[in-house]
C-alpha cells in the first residue's frame, strides 16, 4: 500500500497542528446530527458534510478551501469517509489533503476525551 494513497495524519499529530500551526483547516465531513455526539470545538474546524459534497461536489467547498494547496486534515467518525473524502479531493488536484486515522473517535480516546464519543 502507497502512502500518498492513502495519506492518513495520527490524533497526536492532529492535536500538534491544532496547537501550532494556524495555517490549516480541519474539514469535519460528519453529517450535522453527528455533532449533537462529539466534535472538536476550535476556530480551525470547517463542517461540511460529505452528503453536500455528494450533491455539490466541488461547489461545496468554501472559497478559502477551493486553493489546491491549502493544508486540510479531514476527518469523521472513524477515519473512513475522511479516507474517501481525501482520495477523492486529491484525485481533483488538491495536494495537502490528509485523513485523520481513526477519526474524531480516535482523537477522542488518546487526545481528549471532551471531544466526545458516539
Not at 51 to 63: D, G
Not at 84 to 94: E, H, I, N
Request: glycine share 4%.
Amino acid at each position: 500500500m502507497n502512502p500518498e494513497d492513502y495519506p492518513e495524519i495520527s490524533s497526536q499529530e492532529l492535536a500538534e497542528k491544532l496547537q501550532n500551526n494556524p495555517h490549516f483547516t480541519l474539514l469535519d465531513v460528519r453529517e450535522l446530527w453527528e455533532l449533537d455526539h462529539a466534535q472538536i470545538r476550535h476556530p480551525r474546524v470547517s463542517v461540511l458534510p460529505m452528503s453536500q459534497m455528494a450533491r455539490e461536489r466541488e461547489e461545496a467547498f468554501p472559497q478559502e478551501l477551493r486553493d489546491l494547496e491549502a493544508d486540510i486534515v479531514v476527518m469523521c467518525h472513524h477515519g473512513v469517509r475522511s479516507m474517501q473524502v481525501t482520495q477523492w479531493m486529491r484525485s481533483l488536484g488538491w495536494k495537502n489533503v490528509f485523513s485523520l486515522a481513526g477519526g474524531i473517535d480516535a482523537y477522542a480516546t488518546q487526545i481528549d476525551p471532551s471531544a466526545g464519543f458516539y
